[in-house]
């Protein structure tokens, strides 16, 4: 991680691609950093009302 953090530059995320032979690929990454790329993919989910409706109509 320390070459993968020293070789990226400004606004890159360091992460780190790993495999085993005859197994899948692995990414290392600061927690940080994958909470950042995961808040900005995923969409953000809609709270049910305590009705149990999405839309808030009762």
Known sequence: MAQSVRDSRTGELPAVFHRKNNFGWLVTMPLADF???????????????KAGDEDGER
């Not at 909470?35 to 009302?49: C, G, N």
């Open 35 to 49: 909470m950042r790329l995961y808040r900005d993919y995923e969409p953000p989910v809609p709270f049910a009302d």
